[in-house]
């Protein structure tokens, strides 16, 4: 009897490649274990093992297995099931799957780079082979795969490689990623004993012959005056001149009170401290009704307005959860994963909790998956982002997937360009459990199921506390322009509001969806704009740096004096973003301390983390940003949000972009007065009479829903048709129209009316490559597997064909 495997390897071949195996190794071998085969002349790779078989391949001599690099599976037998759907639904191969769900420790390939981890290990417990490929990285910081295959004289070293690494000798090149501590803020307030006037007057006059603690007090009364924030130690010393051992004095009389604002939100140590939450009558309700429709239904869409209290509700769901035993998985987009929500449930699960987040160390997220490989109690609960669903969960209870409107769901690219939200209803199937979504305002594809039954639909309408949903205003830009009531980009009446804010001392975010200073610089003398030479698109002037930058490629130049074309001096800046508020809001508030978040300001390692802990502890007044403000983020002392121009948002060439500046606008209106005040929103726009804003306005979910949806029908958009994106990219533009011409043709005589395209995308061109798009609208009628199958062949027939082998083609399935 031959035996053989088939292996998934990561690099995308259509078909999985059959090895032969001993009798031996047939009887060890499980799916899910790791194994070195050979590819091509003298590749190696690290594959995972599919199946075990005894069919021989007919075309090809299956060649021998290299290597066993596991004795017990690292990928379980639900995983393989979710890998094979992705693969099926998303149009991939198993090998991209592979490729996306495994950290890349686990997958040693020929180009791998090796570095010495930088942890004291004891040196005594390596093996001879283990201990040469350590020493030689104390003298080189970095070696591959074949330099280690010369030191050790051996071909296959995958297995030494791999025993180093779980003994934390070594890691795999990547960068490296700092746990983030904030530092630690000291505040004073007065003692609570001198609150009442008497006392305040008896101190006064006991302190008379103390002048400088007398001063010290008068100072804090003229900053509290003045402020309602946090009196920083450092301010009040500042302001009254007193030294610190003054201070000192006072705090130790119990005159002064001090304690610091907890701020390490990252690093986790100490027990679970705190019990959840009682929850309100809406809250309950709302938990009622979505175990009521979990008894029918298996996804259920909790649709509750902005700090209505859902993460309370998820978090009852998770210990009902963790009573069972269950695993949970709490799937947040990347940038919601903030260190505020997973600070909130570590407090009440402690140590169960385990992150696993794109910008953890691949040590880290190896650490991760064994736990939850295990089943360990350290990793009962996971919050990740869209990779999460790809862990060995093996015992799931329930996934929540969270703000789960949100695009960044979607993996754009490479492939699988899987949507984790619906990857995540699979995965809850699979391991015959259930799935939460929940959000504000919900994607109309979630809302639409809903009201078909295919989900259960759970809503809340109220804020926790009664808080009254956010008042919002639209402000008319073009009337303002008219009547000279506008300074650079803002209009008087969010010039009032923001001085009103400031002056009851509550802080401000200012939306404005582009950053840069100007997304377009025009010579006035003859028109010309800068382009980027890669790219079909205007340069961004950044101020800041003097630069003007592209911002699908990266290419940048200095800012130039004179028009590239006429050599003309005057040039115009058109349109408006970040960096432009920034400045005029410095200019309009330059008492007040002015911040921005957007790509720019958040690249380096924390960046993003500084800003929202500044914004917290209140050393920010007004911040400025783009999309990002918007992510799930919950502010104690924001009043007012302004937008500063919802018109680029709506005039967006996609069809997803009503419902998308709905769900931006409400969003970033959700961020204003989440505590006991009413907040504010002004909007500021060319044309107030949009329907989108009246119903943002208005906070209708349902109109906007009914009306997108009524222009869905119509145009034959999803939710109510699915749809294809075929892409093609060619370096020349002939070649990719002819080659886009020949697969449009071969479509329609499929698919008929049903094909649109090819058309040149808004943006032609990125990084040198022409995009043409196609696109495929499936009726709910049609079988979507047949079409898929209709649409592989077409592909493959389309690769054949000499002239267009080298055009790129791209499927995405359910394009966003
Ligand atoms: P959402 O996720 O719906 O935007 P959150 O869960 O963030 O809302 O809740 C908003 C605020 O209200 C949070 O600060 C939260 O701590 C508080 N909150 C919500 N529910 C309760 C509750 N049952 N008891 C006390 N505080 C609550
Ligand atoms: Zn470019």
């Given at each position: 009897?031959l035996y053989?495997?088939?292996?998934?390897?990561p690099?995308p071949l259509?078909?999985?490649?059959t090895y032969r195996?001993?009798?031996?190794?047939?009887?060890?071998l499980?799916?899910?274990m790791?194994?070195?085969?050979?590819?091509?002349?003298?590749?190696i790779?690290?594959?995972?093992?599919y199946?075990?078989?005894?069919?021989?391949?007919?075309?090809?001599e299956?060649?021998?297995?290299?290597q066993?690099?596991?004795?017990?599976p690292?990928?379980?037998?639900?995983?393989l099931?979710?890998?094979?759907?992705i693969?099926?639904y998303?149009?991939?191969?198993m090998?991209d799957?592979?490729r996306a769900?495994?950290?890349s420790p686990?997958?040693?390939?020929s180009e791998?780079?090796i570095t010495?981890?930088?942890?004291?290990?004891?040196?005594s417990e390596?093996?001879?082979?283990?201990?040469?490929?350590?020493e030689?990285?104390?003298y080189?910081?970095?070696?591959?795969?074949?330099?280690?295959?010369?030191?050790?004289?051996i071909?296959?070293?995958l297995?030494v490689?791999?025993?180093?690494?779980?003994?934390?000798?070594?890691?795999?090149?990547e960068?490296?990623y700092?746990?983030y501590?904030?530092?630690?803020?000291?505040?004073?307030k007065l003692?609570t004993?001198?609150?009442?006037?008497?006392?305040?007057?008896?101190?006064?006059?006991d302190?008379?012959?103390?002048p400088?603690q007398h001063q010290v007090?008068?100072?804090?009364f003229?900053?509290?005056?003045?402020?309602?924030k946090?009196i920083?130690?450092?301010?009040l010393?500042?302001?009254?001149?007193?030294?610190?051992?003054?201070?000192?004095?006072?705090?130790?009389?119990?005159?002064?009170?001090e304690?610091?604002?907890?701020?390490?939100?990252?690093?986790y140590?100490?027990d679970?401290?705190?019990?959840?939450?009682s929850?309100?009558?809406?809250?309950?309700q709302a938990?009622?009704?979505?175990?009521?429709?979990f008894?029918?239904?298996d996804?259920?869409?909790?649709h509750?307005?902005?700090s209505?209290?859902?993460t309370?509700?998820?978090?009852?769901l998770i210990?009902e959860?963790?009573?069972?035993?269950?695993q949970?998985?709490?799937?947040?987009?990347?940038?919601a994963?903030?260190?505020?929500?997973?600070a909130?449930?570590?407090n009440?699960?402690?140590e169960k909790?385990?992150?696993f987040?794109s910008?953890?160390s691949s040590?880290?997220?190896v650490?991760?998956?064994?736990h939850?490989l295990?089943?360990?109690s350290k990793a009962?609960?996971v919050?990740?982002?869209?990779s999460?669903v790809?862990?060995?969960?093996?015992?799931l209870?329930?996934?929540i997937?969270?703000e789960?409107?949100?695009?960044?769901?979607k993996?754009?690219?490479p492939?699988p360009?899987?949507?984790a939200?619906?990857t995540?209803?699979?995965?809850?199937n699979i391991?015959?459990s259930?799935t939460?979504?929940?959000?504000?305002?919900?994607?109309l594809?979630?809302?639409?199921?809903?009201?078909?039954d295919?989900?259960g639909?759970?809503?809340?309408t109220?804020?926790?506390?009664d808080?009254?949903?956010?008042?919002?205003?639209l402000?008319?830009?073009?009337?303002k322009?008219?009547?000279?009531?506008?300074k650079g980009?803002f209009s008087d009446?969010?010039?009032?509001?923001?001085?009103?804010?400031l002056?009851e001392g509550?802080?401000i975010i200012l939306?404005?969806?582009?950053?840069?200073?100007?997304p377009?610089?025009?010579?006035?003398?003859?028109?010309?704009?800068p382009?980027?030479?890669?790219?079909?698109v205007?340069?961004?002037?950044?101020?800041?740096?003097h630069?003007?930058?592209?911002?699908?490629?990266?290419?940048?130049?200095?800012?130039?004096?004179?028009?590239?074309?006429?050599?003309?001096v005057d040039l115009?800046?058109?349109?408006f973003?970040?960096?432009?508020?920034?400045?005029?809001?410095?200019?309009l508030?330059?008492?007040?301390k002015?911040a921005?978040?957007?790509?720019?300001?958040t690249r380096g390692?924390h960046?993003y983390?500084k800003i929202?802990?500044?914004?917290?502890?209140?050393e920010?007044d007004?911040?400025?940003?783009?999309q990002m403000?918007?992510k799930?983020?919950?502010?104690?002392?924001?009043?007012l949000v302004?937008?500063?121009n919802?018109?680029n948002m709506?005039?967006?060439?996609?069809?997803?972009?009503?419902?998308?500046?709905?769900?931006?606008m409400?969003?970033v209106a959700?961020?204003?007065?989440?505590t006991?005040?009413r907040?504010?929103?002004l909007i500021?726009?060319?044309n107030p009479n949009?329907?989108?804003l009246q119903?943002?306005s208005?906070?209708?979910y349902f109109?906007?829903?009914k009306?997108q949806?009524?222009e869905?029908?119509?145009?034959k958009y999803?939710?109510?048709?699915?749809q294809?994106?075929i892409?093609l990219?060619?370096?020349?533009?002939n070649?990719?129209?002819s080659?886009?011409?020949w697969?449009?043709?071969?479509?329609?005589?499929v698919?008929?009316?049903?094909v649109?395209?090819p058309e040149?995308?808004?943006?032609?061109r990125?990084?040198?490559?022409?995009?043409k798009n196609?696109?495929v609208k499936i009726p709910k009628?049609q079988?979507?597997?047949?079409?898929?199958?209709a649409?592989?062949?077409i592909?493959?027939?389309?690769?054949?064909?000499?002239?267009?082998?080298s055009v790129?083609?791209i499927l995405?399935?359910?394009?966003?």
């Amino acid at each position: 009897m031959l035996y053989f495997i088939d292996v998934i390897i990561p690099i995308p071949l259509q078909k999985l490649f059959t090895y032969r195996i001993t009798s031996a190794e047939n009887e060890f071998l499980k799916p899910g274990m790791r194994v070195a085969v050979p590819f091509g002349k003298s590749k190696i790779y690290t594959g995972i093992v599919y199946k075990l078989h005894t069919e021989a391949p007919t075309a090809y001599e299956a060649k021998d297995l290299h290597q066993i690099l596991d004795d017990k599976p690292i990928v379980n037998a639900r995983q393989l099931v979710l890998w094979k759907w992705i693969s099926k639904y998303y149009l991939c191969t198993m090998g991209d799957v592979m490729r996306a769900a495994l950290p890349s420790p686990f997958i040693l390939e020929s180009e791998t780079v090796i570095t010495k981890h930088n942890i004291e290990i004891n040196e005594s417990e390596l093996k001879d082979d283990e201990f040469l490929v350590y020493e030689a990285l104390q003298y080189q910081s970095s070696l591959k795969i074949h330099d280690i295959s010369n030191i050790l004289g051996i071909k296959n070293v995958l297995p030494v490689l791999n025993r180093l690494i779980e003994k934390e000798a070594i890691t795999v090149e990547e960068e490296v990623y700092e746990k983030y501590k904030p530092k630690l803020v000291r505040y004073v307030k007065l003692h609570t004993d001198y609150t009442s006037e008497q006392r305040l007057q008896e101190l006064l006059q006991d302190l008379s012959r103390a002048p400088k603690q007398h001063q010290v007090i008068l100072t804090l009364f003229s900053i509290s005056a003045t402020t309602k924030k946090p009196i920083k130690v450092s301010k009040l010393t500042e302001e009254s001149k007193a030294s610190a051992a003054i201070i000192k004095a006072l705090i130790d009389k119990n005159i002064l009170e001090e304690y610091y604002i907890q701020t390490d939100r990252v690093e986790y140590s100490g027990d679970d401290n705190e019990n959840s939450k009682s929850l309100n009558n809406y809250q309950k309700q709302a938990l009622e009704e979505i175990n009521t429709a979990f008894e029918t239904q298996d996804v259920v869409l909790l649709h509750g307005v902005t700090s209505s209290g859902k993460t309370e509700v998820y978090v009852k769901l998770i210990e009902e959860a963790l009573k069972d035993n269950k695993q949970v998985l709490y799937l947040l987009p990347e940038i919601a994963l903030t260190t505020q929500l997973i600070a909130r449930l570590q407090n009440y699960f402690g140590e169960k909790v385990a992150v696993f987040h794109s910008k953890y160390s691949s040590h880290e997220r190896v650490e991760v998956w064994n736990h939850v490989l295990n089943d360990a109690s350290k990793a009962q609960i996971v919050i990740g982002a869209r990779s999460s669903v790809f862990l060995p969960f093996n015992n799931l209870g329930l996934i929540i997937v969270d703000e789960e409107h949100e695009q960044s769901f979607k993996q754009f690219d490479p492939a699988p360009r899987y949507q984790a939200r619906d990857t995540a209803i699979v995965l809850a199937n699979i391991h015959k459990s259930k799935t939460l979504l929940g959000s504000a305002t919900p994607s109309l594809e979630s809302y639409f199921n809903a009201k078909q039954d295919k989900y259960g639909l759970v809503e809340i309408t109220k804020r926790y506390n009664d808080v009254l949903m956010p008042d919002i205003e639209l402000v008319d830009i073009k009337e303002k322009f008219k009547k000279k009531l506008m300074k650079g980009h803002f209009s008087d009446r969010l010039v009032e509001e923001m001085t009103e804010t400031l002056k009851e001392g509550f802080q401000i975010i200012l939306f404005q969806n582009r950053r840069g200073y100007s997304p377009i610089v025009e010579c006035n003398t003859c028109g010309h704009s800068p382009q980027c030479p890669n790219c079909d698109v205007s340069l961004t002037y950044h101020k800041y740096r003097h630069q003007l930058r592209c911002h699908y490629c990266g290419y940048g130049i200095a800012m130039p004096q004179n028009c590239q074309a006429c050599g003309g001096v005057d040039l115009d800046n058109k349109g408006f973003g970040t960096e432009q508020i920034e400045s005029e809001v410095k200019a309009l508030f330059p008492d007040y301390k002015v911040a921005r978040m957007d790509l720019d300001t958040t690249r380096g390692k924390h960046g993003y983390e500084k800003i929202i802990t500044a914004l917290e502890q209140q050393e920010i007044d007004i911040l400025v940003g783009t999309q990002m403000l918007t992510k799930g983020l919950d502010f104690r002392n924001v009043k007012l949000v302004g937008i500063m121009n919802a018109d680029n948002m709506l005039n967006f060439p996609d069809f997803r972009a009503h419902e998308r500046s709905f769900q931006l606008m409400l969003q970033v209106a959700g961020r204003a007065g989440r505590t006991d005040t009413r907040g504010k929103v002004l909007i500021q726009t060319y044309n107030p009479n949009h329907n989108i804003l009246q119903q943002v306005s208005t906070n209708s979910y349902f109109d906007m829903f009914k009306e997108q949806m009524d222009e869905r029908y119509n145009f034959k958009y999803p939710p109510v048709y699915k749809q294809i994106k075929i892409t093609l990219k060619h370096r020349d533009y002939n070649n990719v129209e002819s080659g886009a011409i020949w697969f449009a043709k071969a479509l329609r005589s499929v698919f008929g009316d049903y094909v649109l395209g090819p058309e040149s995308p808004p943006i032609a061109r990125i990084r040198n490559q022409f995009h043409k798009n196609i696109l495929v609208k499936i009726p709910k009628q049609q079988s979507l597997a047949k079409t898929k199958e209709a649409i592989i062949k077409i592909n493959n027939s389309f690769s054949s064909i000499k002239d267009f082998r080298s055009v790129k083609v791209i499927l995405n399935v359910d394009n966003f």
